[in-house]
């Protein structure tokens, strides 16, 4: 992979995470418990993926994009 290309996707991955966490916070205070499982479930199974399929790679190929938190 290209360093730019990587450099993107985790700018855009990072971006999609940020917004997912909006929607779970919607979805917690809903007052929806149907609805409040739902998107725990869906989300964190997309998170978990993004993280361990594409941002682990990006990572261990250009570990200078890992965020110093992590």
């Not at 993004?50 to 965020?67: A, G, Q, V, W």
């Amino acid at each position: 992979m290209k360093k730019e290309d990587a450099i993107n996707m985790n700018e855009h991955i990072k971006s999609m995470i940020h917004h997912a966490n909006h929607v779970l916070y919607i979805a917690n205070n809903s007052g929806n418990t149907e609805l409040k499982k739902r998107v725990q479930k869906v989300l964190g199974s997309v998170v978990t993926e993004l993280d361990f399929e594409i941002l682990e790679p990006i990572y261990k190929e250009f570990p200078e994009l890992r965020p110093s938190d992590l």
